[in-house]
């Protein structure tokens, strides 16, 4: 196992610093009168050009996280830095991938990829074929016309990340964007975003996932949460995989199933405890 590495690295992680530098951060929330706390004292950094996976059990604070960092929310205490910048106000400089759907159904596919370049008033001729050549990276040639609701699931994703790759911003935030695709197209999924965005722009992407298999599958670290209120307990590096073009075939290394396993006595560690007494791996 990896020594864990909690906290962000202030001499810059990685040949390039740090894109994200999160230190001693809290932040509560109030409704109806009612507060709770979401996050406490967290400590965490984002190598640029490198994704970094977010986990932890549900209601400890992983989208909290990407949300200080989209700049919609502010922390009570401690810093968000963003490519050395303090975050302030709303980043225009990271694009947030939601779980569900958020394009436009009454807009086309390509309407919906070109927006970035419309907001910033590029001639439509221009955005057109800017927005044609990044359909085709994704395999979405010839659907330029279609609606959203003409597409499945996958090519709906594909439509987003295009869309966020052409704002022209060089970090990603990936709030299980994947989460409610079926086994088959998650997979498939896994491999664009390795193949088709990250390999070929280099973007620092954040992506948070409750699946821990992805989470190692598409991480170079891995960063565990507590229960909410959330702080990081854990950094875990994915530096010994290799080659990953074949996902289906490293799932199955030794060095893969080590890193999950270590996850998951992190995350539920009675689950690990319990599949140990039966002789089961979780």
């Not at 390509?110 to 907001?119: F, H, R, S």
């Not at 994915?238 to 080590?258: A, M, V």
């Amino acid at each position: 196992m990896n020594d864990p590495t909690v906290g962000p690295s202030h001499d810059g992680a990685g040949p390039s610093g740090s894109a994200v530098v999160i230190d001693g951060v809290s932040k509560q929330f109030t409704v109806h009168g009612r507060t709770s706390q979401a996050l406490v004292d967290v400590a965490l950094d984002a190598p640029r050009g490198e994704i970094t996976s977010l986990v932890g059990p549900s209601g400890c604070g992983k989208s909290t996280v990407l949300n200080l960092i989209a700049g919609t929310i502010e922390p009570e205490t401690g810093s968000v830095r963003h490519n050395g910048a303090p975050v302030v106000a709303i980043n225009h400089d990271v694009a947030y991938l939601p779980q569900g759907d958020d394009l436009f159904p009454w807009r086309t596919v390509m309407d919906n990829v070109a927006l970035p370049l419309e907001l910033r008033r590029v001639s439509r001729a221009a955005r057109h074929r800017q927005a044609r050549e990044i359909l085709a990276l994704f395999g979405l040639a010839g659907r330029e016309s279609s609606y959203p609701a003409q597409l499945s699931g996958g090519m709906r994703k594909r439509v987003q990340i295009a869309r966020a790759l052409l704002s022209g911003v060089d970090t990603l935030l990936m709030d299980e964007p994947f989460g409610a695709l079926d086994a088959q197209l998650k997979v498939r999924m896994q491999i664009d975003l390795l193949e088709r965005v990250h390999r070929q722009t280099g973007n620092t992407i954040l992506f948070v996932t409750h699946d821990l298999a992805e989470a190692v599958a598409l991480g170079d670290r891995v960063v565990v949460f507590s229960p909410g209120p959330g702080h990081v307990i854990h950094v875990e590096n994915i530096d010994d995989l290799g080659d990953r073009s074949d996902l289906l075939s490293l799932t199955e290394s030794p060095e893969f199933q080590r890193h999950v396993r270590t996850l998951w006595s992190l995350v539920a560690p009675e689950l690990v405890h319990r599949s140990a007494a039966s002789g089961a791996t979780p």
